[in-house]
């Protein structure tokens, strides 16, 4: 992946492979492609996992607020269910894509974007259990930490095939699929996104089972509550990029400056 993004190592790795062409036999050139991308990932995944460092903050302060609906429009998607009715519903799901509290907007993480150093990340995000039950994604919405396993478990009596999506902006790229045509069946997968945080989860059975799952690069996150409101503790004085993210509705980024001991006060609107 960090090879199509270096358009210099990439016409480097290109000339390479051209001369070693002449010198080698096709089997052997493949090999060495196949250890250098190993190598090249190996390499991004031990500079990702320093990319954040446990340091016990001092004077740290806190940030509050609420994400508001602003002028987003709650939003239902309806769809019917044609199959398996027995175990899903015999007419129709409403799916909530944007949904509100009065004026809290729900389903919803803020987090802090570039922040170094500071507390570790809680132990249950690190491993995060999706349960498929009655045809749905049980939580809609998790927070796992980059590099983290997710555990996703069939507790219905028919097959379901999850799969998961990195969403970057308006694409979506395809994570892991895995059929689990028993109930009881259990699968676990360890979870590392390169470009975004935000992953979507789909049943390729099942059109109409959605769920999200916002990864975290650090633990500065926070889900929203029934009322849109969050609290993040514990951050080390200093300024900071401030994000929400909703699955639907995207990204809003504000400017927070911490000070020693400090208490502020945000508000997002869509």
């Not at 990439?10 to 002449?22: H, M, V, W």
């Not at 939580?139 to 555990?151: D, Y």
């Not at 799952?213 to 029934?226: E, H, K, L, Q, T």
Request: proline fraction near 4%.
């Amino acid at each position: 992946m960090n090879i199509s993004n270096d358009n210099r190592s990439g016409a480097s790795i290109r000339r390479d492979l051209g001369t070693a062409k002449e010198t080698t036999s096709p089997k052997f050139t493949g090999v060495c492609l196949l250890l250098l991308l190993a190598f090249v990932m190996s390499f991004s995944a031990r500079m990702d996992a320093r990319a954040y460092e446990l340091k016990q903050p001092v004077d740290s302060g806190s940030i509050r607020g609420k994400v508001h609906i602003g002028n987003a429009i709650p939003l239902v998607k309806r769809m019917q269910i044609f199959k398996d009715q027995k175990i899903c519903g015999t007419k129709h799901r409403d799916i909530p894509l944007v949904q509100a509290s009065g004026d809290g907007l729900l389903n919803t993480v803020v987090y802090l974007e570039d922040i170094s150093s500071g507390k570790p990340f809680r132990a249950a995000s690190k491993k995060i259990t999706v349960n498929q039950l009655g045809c749905r994604f049980i939580p809609h919405l998790s927070v796992m930490a980059n590099g983290g396993e997710i555990e996703i478990i069939n507790s219905d009596t028919i097959l379901h095939n999850i799969h998961t999506y990195e969403m970057v902006g308006p694409a979506n790229f395809s994570a892991f699929s895995v059929s689990q045509p028993q109930r009881g069946d259990i699968v676990t997968k360890r979870i590392e996104l390169k470009r975004s945080v935000g992953m979507r989860i789909m049943c390729d059975a099942h059109d109409f089972m959605r769920g999200f799952v916002f990864v975290a690069r650090n633990p500065y996150y926070a889900i929203v509550d029934g009322d849109g409101e969050f609290f993040i503790d514990n951050v080390p004085p200093g300024t900071y990029a401030i994000k929400s993210w909703h699955g639907t509705l995207g990204e809003k980024q504000a400017s927070v400056s911490i000070q020693p001991n400090g208490v502020v006060k945000i508000e997002f609107f869509y």
